[in-house]
């Protein structure tokens, strides 16, 4: 674990080395978001929270951009995401939803290959 500012960042940690990952995991992240999208069409207003929450994610620095010249292809995983809408909510109707289960064509899901850590944190 590393300290980088206000935040620490950890790597990721693969139950065996030799799985890795590679950007098969692109094909699954862009139909997600393709299928997002469409569902977006009749409903401008929750394209615009959508595209708001993953401007925010950019603005805070849990995301950002990564030159794709930089990467090789097997470290790369595109993180595929759906929205949730709460009908009636106050406060976020929509929020962003980050899918490390969800499995890529001949590769398993993110969270398959990962070891699992011990939670750190109490419930909230």
Not at 72 to 88: C, E, I, N, T, W
Request: charged share 25%; glycine share 4%; hydrophobic share 35%.
């Amino acid at each position: 674990t590393v300290k980088n500012g206000d935040r620490y960042e950890m790597p990721l940690i693969f139950k065996f080395p030799e799985v890795g990952i590679n950007d098969s995991s692109r094909v699954t992240a862009v139909t997600l978001l393709q299928a997002q999208l469409r569902r977006f069409q009749h409903n401008p207003k929750l394209l615009k929270q959508h595209d708001n929450a993953i401007r925010e994610y950019f603005r805070e620095g849990i995301s950002e951009r990564v030159p794709t010249s930089s990467i090789p292809p097997d470290s790369v995983y595109y993180l595929p995401h759906h929205a949730v809408v709460r009908k009636g909510a106050v406060t976020a109707k929509l929020r962003v939803v980050l899918d490390a289960s969800s499995p890529t064509p001949n590769m398993p899901s993110l969270n398959s290959v990962l070891e699992k850590v011990p939670q750190l944190d109490t419930d909230l």
